[in-house]
């Protein structure tokens, strides 16, 4: 898929069809991940991918922002080590995750997990304690919505400006 | 550019040609930007475009360790207002920038800026006190280094893991 139209045309997916993902795009979006640009190259992240059904359905539970993670054919952890910009790092590799995702036919959702559940889902995946856990992304085969139900974006006007903040940027052509 | 494509073949730019950028390529980086998912939708992000050669000229002086920016053809400030997650939410636009400018011939370098030169560009920019700004990427046509000198990445088994934090994981197919 086209990078322009994979990023035009993704959603954010909280509903997976039962169909398995294979291990050929598994690799696929963890090679997305690894190939992410980080600050100094340093590489500090790690992923685990889950794909043990009990693992997935408890995953589920705790978070609680995101219980569709139950309903997920593989949950990606993302960790991070001692580096500069763990959030940003992360950033990066996570949405080059989802773009090749989507051009799989799959979708996923961020996840936010909050102080309690940080120690739970890192207690049930063995993370140690000294590394970041930034989300656990749940990926399947999407089951989209009714088309034109996504979700609005600002006018480019309003974050968009021209030399300065606060000027119009202008389009020529 | 297929996706998958854009993603294993990206590269780090600090290069950059004279040829200038179009409005609609610029357009599009910057839709690629404003199509990112953000924490709770807020789209929390300002991008200021930068084209003037004065400024850009500027703004290299300034950001020390992006002196490359001087040579860029476009340079896109990202600032953040207040939001849950800014660093994480501008790594997922910058990175669908970077992609989006790379299908097109493009290439940029996230450049860090410090303290001081925080304020600096804040106030070249017109940037509000209360916003973070995350970096200046520099844009244009991209000089390729020698084939096969990309950055090096991590083994794909020292940065994944399997169910379990420090566990192979392993692949079937």
Redesign the interface.
Known sequence: ????N???T?R?IRDFTDAPV???V???I????????S?S?T?P????????AD?IKRLGEICTQGSFIGKSQVAIAV?MGET?????????A???M???A??EGLGTC?V?IRGEQQDEVKSL????EDMEL?TVLPFGYRIMREPGTG?P??P?SE?????????A?T???
């Open positions: 898929m086209d990078v322009f994979a990023i035009r993704r954010t294979s291990d050929a598994l690799h696929k963890l090679q997305a991940a690894r190939w992410a640009p600050s190259n590489q992240w790690h992923f685990i991918a889950v794909r043990d693992t960790v500069r910009r763990p959030q940003l790092d992360a950033g990066r996570l949405q080059q989802e773009l090749v989507w051009s961020f936010g995946l063995g993370i140690p930034i979700t974006r600002k480019m974050i968009t400006h021209g030399e300065k903040f606060g000027q940027l389009f020529a052509d």
